[in-house]
């Protein structure tokens, strides 16, 4: 499974070519040292890592630096990886953000089926979660105990809202 920042290396040479600079730039316009911050060092030494890896390769279209492209091999391991955050509930919600934001990388069916999987595990892990809460809030367990619970109740319903809008 490819690494939150080899997700966003990979998602955006999905569009097209580019250089690391490029890459840089455009993370700064999403906003995203809010929440996956990525430094210039941290992405040009992931660049390197996903060259070595067969992922991305270097065009060799600029004398004075690289501009990649993502292979097949790197969009099969985007897919994948992809298709497994789908698959998973973590209480770290950026990595449902990055599948989100990168499904583009599947086709409609396999979106529609990555979709219904991850609905059926939401049911789930929202009515067990919600049972343990209630169970805690009956017991008198002060607020504080159970505030993270109810963060993920609210991630839950977050998650189902964008589904349905995905």
């Not at 920042?5 to 097209?16: E, K």
């Not at 929440?35 to 992405?43: E, R």
């Amino acid at each position: 499974m490819l690494s939150k920042t080899s997700i966003i290396i990979c998602g955006m040479l999905l569009q097209g070519e580019m250089n690391a600079y490029d890459m840089l730039k455009m993370i700064d316009r999403m906003n995203m040292q809010y929440w996956h911050p990525i430094g210039a060092t941290t992405l040009y030494e992931s660049c390197l890592r996903l060259e070595k890896k067969g992922c991305i390769e270097n065009t060799g279209k600029a004398d004075n630096k690289a501009v990649y492209r993502l292979t097949a091999s790197g969009r099969a391991e985007l897919k994948a990886t992809i298709c497994s955050l789908f698959e998973r509930v973590d209480f770290d919600s950026v990595w449902f953000c990055l599948a989100v934001m990168y499904s583009g990388v599947l086709s409609k069916k396999e979106l529609e089926e990555e979709k219904i999987k991850r609905a059926a595990l939401l049911d789930e892990y929202e009515k067990g979660t919600i049972e343990n809460r209630d169970k805690m809030l009956a017991s008198k367990v002060p607020y504080i105990d159970i505030c993270a619970i109810d963060r993920m109740i609210q991630i839950i319903q977050m998650e189902k809202e964008t589904l349905m809008k995905l």
